[in-house]
């Protein structure tokens, strides 16, 4: 493993003062003591990471809730449709772009293995092999790009966000999802926290370093809120496992069918995401951002 590259500069600010988080040496994590934004040290190369991906287990099943949860946030989107271009980074089996297109949306992901780009052609979805190109699609074109849990794995964030500034139109929207190192879970687990590994994830963020990088590329009028706290990766943290469990019997699923099917039970969870949220300490950030 110290046979990796190492950054010497901060991703997101350039600077040169990144100091080492104690606690979190199994990650090579370090704090940049300009802009706050924590990231991994060790930059794994391309053998590295084709060799922890490969067979990677791409979960086929999706809630009924999830669905619903997709019609909600498209229903918001619905006031930014204009090419009526939606762009999904990092699209995995392609489930959200394929309700997308249930909607009348012409959908377009990005994905790197071979057998998601076959599942998601089949679905009817455009296709591009790799990371997020500027050449792979016309410039200004989308109204949305989404990006559901990637950034967290993304060694070089402001590529991938530039390039996703360059794609929208303008007045265009960037939805994404990603851990937040300050919540409630983290805090409380510490380095016992499953989000934390190498190098699955090598970029960790906070509300505030995941609005810096987004404004430093020329977005603005962020949206940022941070919800939920997971039982089940509470559980396998306490129980130092990776013990496969179905998708649809997880405490966290289990819980939400419950919360979902119950009016008390419904409120009283969006009453602890609106607290979750005013303190910052969800277990995921969810963001909005509108190109200027």
């Not at 999706?62 to 949860?69: G, V």
């Not at 989404?146 to 139109?169: C, D, G, W």
């Not at 499953?194 to 906070?206: A, D, K, M, Q, S």
């Amino acid at each position: 493993m110290n046979n990796h590259k190492t950054h010497k500069h901060c991703l997101l600010c350039n600077g040169s003062e990144l100091a080492h988080i104690k606690g979190y040496s199994a990650i090579f994590l370090v704090r940049c003591q300009t802009c706050g934004f924590l990231f991994s040290e060790n930059i794994p190369d391309e053998q590295f990471l084709s060799n922890h991906y490969k067979g990677y287990n791409r979960n086929q099943y999706i809630s009924p809730i999830t669905i619903k949860r997709y019609n909600q946030l498209l229903d918001g989107f619905e006031k930014f449709r204009s090419t009526n271009k939606i762009i999904d980074v990092g699209c995995g089996s392609g489930f959200f772009l394929e309700v997308a297109k249930k909607r009348g949306w012409s959908g377009f992901g990005t994905e790197f293995t071979d057998e998601a780009i076959e599942v998601c052609s089949k679905k009817g979805i455009v296709m591009k092999q790799g990371k997020l190109r500027y050449a792979d699609f016309e410039a200004g074109s989308f109204d949305v790009a989404t990006s559901f849990e990637v950034m967290e794995h993304i060694n070089y964030p402001k590529e991938e966000v530039q390039a996703i500034h360059s794609l929208l139109r303008h007045g265009g929207i960037a939805y994404v999802t990603t851990p937040n190192f300050n919540s409630l879970s983290r805090l409380f687990l510490r380095s016992k926290w499953t989000v934390l590994e190498f190098p699955e994830h090598l970029c960790y963020y906070t509300p505030s370093t995941l609005k810096l990088l987004f404004d430093s590329c020329g977005f603005q009028d962020a949206k940022i809120v941070t919800t939920g706290i997971s039982i089940t990766r509470a559980a396998k943290s306490f129980k130092n496992t990776k013990e496969a469990v179905a998708p649809d019997a997880t405490t966290d699923e289990k819980l939400r069918q419950s919360f979902e099917s119950n009016t008390f039970m419904y409120g009283l969870k969006q009453a602890v995401n609106q607290l979750l949220t005013l303190s910052g300490t969800g277990d995921s950030i969810k963001a909005t951002f509108r190109k200027s």
